[in-house]
């Protein structure tokens, strides 16, 4: 493994790291673990063969309010020791001098991300069901931690969540739209007068689904990973953004590509929203407007990132331009169904 690694200054990180780490041995191997538009993780490994993970923003810095590694830390590390699991924290380096970037450094967690149809058809079939109600049960204790008692009670405003996404995704596609899309406005005006009263506040994820957590051998969640769009507010956000990513076999619209959902095997978003109502005890009473809601964030986001590829800020990476615009379509229309709905 190679010392020149994009993203890492290998000499100041393996000083931080056997500073911070006094059970690491270097010398340090760094592999990319994921990376693109979002944060990128390096996976660590020492002399004798143990893992750390590292965190840090993407090359290509494109909004000045993201990529905060800060808060990220900030978030997990409150959660140590909360029933929501969540690998243990090594430490934060905010000296841009050390590695260009802030970055923070936590434990290797052992299993299975299932990101793609081709892992979830290995993924035993007895075991899509337990894996979630695991993901579901995850869910609902993030939504029932106290945030000020774990210390997030500054992390973002507790109030309007939904008023304040709507006002910043439509800031967003109205920055980074590449055509006019009358569809988005009327959703958009939709929403904004049909807002359902919040049902208290806890910490909303921002991005939870099955491939944003480590899955065990046994099918329970080990880890639940991203957290970099997590904020305070109206948690059924959440739940609407896990059912639009969750494909069932058929669909003729998905959120992302070779969904693992869509193998078939797991449970139906019925379902998975049965579930969460169960394990939470929330009215789902209003869900087709989350629904809508997060199709049209979901779209405002790809729109966004579809942008930035064609003006060239995500570098030398390649985009097929039809699919993102199929995909963008694809989510408005869904939003603009569960609008009617209203």
């Given amino acids: 493994m190679t010392n020149d690694v994009k993203g890492i200054n290998h000499s100041n990180v393996t000083e931080?790291?056997?500073?911070?780490?006094?059970?690491?041995?270097?010398?340090?191997?760094?592999?990319?673990?994921?990376?693109?538009?979002?944060?990128?993780?390096?996976?660590?490994?020492?002399?004798?063969?143990?893992?750390?993970?590292?965190?840090?923003?993407?090359?290509f810095q494109v909004l000045a309010t993201a990529h905060d590694m800060e808060r990220e830390f900030k978030i997990i590390n409150a959660l140590q020791g909360s029933d929501v699991p969540v690998p243990f924290v090594v430490g934060l380096c905010t000296d841009e001098a050390i590695n260009d970037r802030p970055f923070y450094v936590m434990e290797y967690v052992e299993g299975t991300i299932i990101r793609d149809d081709e892992i979830a058809r290995a993924w035993p079939t007895e075991r899509r069901r337990p894996t979630t109600e695991s993901l579901i049960d995850g869910l609902a204790k993030l939504h029932a931690v106290d945030v000020d008692a774990v210390g997030l009670g500054d992390l973002g405003r507790k109030e309007a969540y939904i008023e304040r996404q709507l006002k910043r995704w439509l800031r967003q596609f109205e920055e980074s739209k590449i055509d006019e899309r009358p569809i988005f406005n009327e959703v958009h005006a939709q929403l904004a007068k049909n807002i359902p009263p919040q049902q208290g506040v806890g910490i909303v994820h921002g991005d939870y689904r099955l491939d944003n957590c480590m899955i065990a051998d046994d099918g329970t969640v080990a880890a639940v990973l991203d957290w970099e769009l997590c904020t305070l507010g109206d948690v059924l956000a959440d739940v609407s953004q896990l059912l639009t990513y969750w494909t069932e076999p058929g669909d003729d619209r998905t959120a992302l590509d070779n969904a693992p959902t869509s193998v078939g095997g797991f449970p139906t978003r019925a379902e998975v929203l049965d579930m969460y109502e169960q394990a939470s005890g929330r009215?789902?009473?209003?869900?087709?407007?989350?629904?809508?809601?997060?199709?049209?964030?979901?779209?405002?986001?790809?729109?966004?990132?579809?942008?930035?590829?064609?003006?060239?800020?995500?570098?030398?990476k390649e985009h097929d331009g039809e699919v993102f615009l199929d995909r963008i379509n694809g989510l408005l229309a869904t939003a603009s169904e569960h609008a009617e709905l209203i």
Avoid: C
Avoid at 34 to 57: E, Y
């Fill in 16 to 59: 931080w790291l056997v500073d911070h780490s006094p059970d690491a041995a270097p010398p340090f191997t760094f592999e990319l673990i994921a990376g693109g538009h979002s944060n990128i993780t390096f996976k660590v490994t020492d002399a004798k063969g143990q893992h750390l993970v590292l965190r840090r923003p993407p090359l």
């Fill in 283 to 316: 009215s789902m009473a209003n869900i087709d407007f989350y629904l809508s809601f997060s199709s049209w964030r979901l779209a405002s986001i790809l729109e966004g990132v579809n942008s930035r590829y064609i003006n060239g800020a995500m570098g030398d």
